[in-house]
């Protein structure tokens, strides 16, 4: 099992950037394949990016692509999301999540476990 802690979001303005983190802590955390996810008020939770175990293959949305990237420190257990040229349809609570497959999953109940999540907000 691993616990999740997301960190980072607040109140931006449009074109800003932003860094979210994703602490982990419980079993090993190199053994999981980690992901980002949001959700706007009234949506439904949807795919931001996804990271493979050792950090070199990456999946992302087309509409963060080119201006979010995801990382990881597999020796600090903890994921990133570098958010830039942030837009107001950008807003919503980003979560962070961890996947016991191998496989890069754009689908989040193939996710098992899940940070609180922290709210990103980006005005116009």
């Known amino acids: 099992q691993v616990q999740l802690v997301e960190s980072g979001g607040g109140l931006v303005q449009a074109g800003d950037s932003l860094r979210l983190s994703c602490a982990a802590s419980g079993q090993a955390f190199s053994t999981y394949t980690m992901g980002w996810f949001r959700q706007a008020p009234g949506k439904e939770r949807e795919f931001v990016a996804v990271i493979s175990r050792s950090g070199g293959n990456t999946v992302y949305a087309d509409s963060v692509k080119g201006r979010f990237t995801i990382s990881r420190d597999n020796a600090k257990s903890t994921v990133y999301l570098q958010m830039n040229s942030l837009k107001p349809e950008d807003t919503a609570v980003y979560y962070c999540?961890?996947?016991?497959?191998?496989?890069?999953?754009?689908?989040?109940?193939?996710?098992?476990?899940w940070g609180q999540g922290t709210q990103v907000t980006a005005s116009s």
């Open positions: 999540a961890a996947d016991r497959a191998y496989v890069l999953s754009r689908v989040a109940r193939d996710f098992d476990y």
